[in-house]
């Protein structure tokens, strides 16, 4: 399982979580929560992590650079499935 944290994740409903971790299992995510404390093995992605509907499954995508004020990306921002 990889548990994976960004300044923002972008819902599947469009709504914007600020400072969760999501949680990652074969490619999936399985949960998604509040990062209210340091845990041990969270991994930090700056940037936003977008959360999309795939065959009836959710995926994760991380994207950076991320602009903050607009909540949009940016020409240069890379979009990286996380597995």
Known sequence: MRRV???????TKN?????????????CVIKTY???H???SVEWLP???????????II???M???NFITMMPVSETQHT???
Not at 5 to 11: C, K, Q
Not at 47 to 57: P, R, V
Request: proline share 2%; hydrophobic share 40%.
């Open 38 to 40: 340091e845990t041990e």
């Open 64 to 66: 950076y650079p991320f």
């Open 47 to 57: 940037g936003a992590i977008k959360l999309k509907n795939c065959n009836n499954q």
């Open 15 to 27: 709504e914007k979580l600020r400072l969760h971790v999501v949680e990652i299992e074969q490619g």
């Open 81 to 83: 499935l996380l597995k």
């Open 5 to 11: 944290a960004s300044n923002y994740i972008i819902t």
């Open 60 to 62: 994760a995508v991380h």
């Open 34 to 36: 509040a990062l209210t």
